[in-house]
């Protein structure tokens, strides 16, 4: 318990945009920090629970700050940090994708805003084996191994059909145009030829 709120007051007081945040908050209110965020998850957690726009708000939370992070990364840290949000962007994605073909059944089940949110503060948590680390390794990772040569070959021939049909489509297009040019340039033909024809007889 003493480590875990130690780990706690390391996180509140981290340098970053919650930490100002928070000592704002604290300034203003005369709070403690800790009460604030405690405060604020509870109007949050009720919020999921029974307020209107609870998706917005869940969708938020599992964006907002693991882009900001993932930016961050992608400036100044190294591999590791970068390994571990696309690693979380993975697992969204995945769970974005499977929520999709469950979609009837979102509104049936209690809670659920609730339940998606602290899946997704699970999986961005600050720690080796959080969320998208666990999820990635028992169920992404040997769906990946057991099945990637066959989603490669399946990836080529799509790339190889894509990349015909656009050249088709170009070969297509170039014909069209060039009809329309010659179409275009004997209509000009035929007018100058007209206007000559014109000239002749009025001078006769």
């Known amino acids: 318990m003493e480590a ?3 780990n706690m007051k390391q996180i509140l007081y981290k340098p970053g945009p919650l930490t100002d945040l928070l000592a704002l908050a604290e300034k203003k209110t005369g709070l403690d920090r800790t009460l604030l965020l405690g405060l604020s998850t ?6 999921l629970c029974m307020g209107y726009g609870a998706e917005l708000i869940c969708g938020v939370i599992g964006f907002l700050y693991p882009a900001y992070e993932s930016v961050k990364a992608l400036h100044e840290a190294g591999r590791e940090t970068e390994k571990r949000w696309l690693t979380y962007w993975v ?3 995945f769970f974005h994708v499977l929520e999709f073909f469950s979609d009837h059944l979102v ?3 209690p809670l659920y805003w609730l339940g998606k949110t602290i899946f997704l503060v699970w999986c961005m948590a600050p720690f080796k084996q959080n969320g998208s680390a666990v999820v990635y390794q028992l169920v992404i990772k040997p769906f990946y191994v057991r099945y990637h040569g066959r ?6 021939k799509a790339v190889n059909k894509a990349s015909g049909l656009f050249d088709k489509a170009a070969e297509k297009a170039m014909e069209v145009a060039d009809s329309q040019k010659s179409g275009l340039l004997d209509m000009a033909a035929e007018k100058v030829n007209d206007a ?9």
Do not use: H, Q, R, Y
């Open 4 to 6: 875990t709120k130690s």
């Open 91 to 93: 697992v969204f994605a």
């Open 151 to 156: 989603i490669d070959n399946v990836m080529d």
């Open 196 to 204: 000559v024809s014109n000239i002749n007889l009025k001078t006769e």
């Open 107 to 109: 509104w049936w089940v």
């Open 42 to 47: 509870t109007f949050l957690a009720f919020w």
